[in-house]
């Protein structure tokens, strides 16, 4: 099994930044895709921001300009650096990969846990 932990959440005023951070751990065999997303309440999970093994970012209309994400292959993690928050960015923030096991190339959707990222006006 493929395992996400993110870390770096917390609370921080509107313009602030933050980094949060996804390390993949387990029995990992290739890792594909590495993704952001974000629930905030009331509302579905969106798509933040994504990375493919090449490099090739893309990232959500609301957060372009503002967010960067980075990958570290060696390190099987991601990154999410985020600048000038809004107070429309407060959600729990997860991150996802798409993984195979080692031994396999059956790749499927992984999720971490969910780290939390408060903005205050």
């Known amino acids: 099994q493929v395992q996400l932990v993110e870390s770096g959440g917390g609370s921080v005023q509107a313009g602030g930044s933050l980094r949060l951070s996804c390390a993949a751990s387990?029995?990992?065999?290739?890792?594909?895709?590495m993704s952001w997303y974000r629930q905030a309440p009331g509302n579905q999970r969106e798509l933040v921001a994504t990375?493919?093994?090449?490099?090739?970012?893309t990232y959500a209309d609301s957060v372009k300009g503002r967010f960067t994400i980075s990958r570290d292959y060696d390190k099987n993690a991601e990154y999410l650096q985020m600048n000038s928050l809004k107070p429309e960015d407060t959600a729990v923030y997860y991150c996802?990969?798409?993984?195979?096991?080692?031994?396999?190339?059956?790749?499927?959707?992984?999720w971490g846990q969910g780290t939390l990222v408060t903005v205050s006006s």
């Open positions: 996802y990969a798409y993984a195979a096991v080692a031994g396999t190339w059956r790749f499927s959707g992984v």
């Open positions: 387990g029995s990992i065999g290739s890792i594909s895709t």
């Open positions: 990375i493919t093994n090449n490099g090739i970012t």
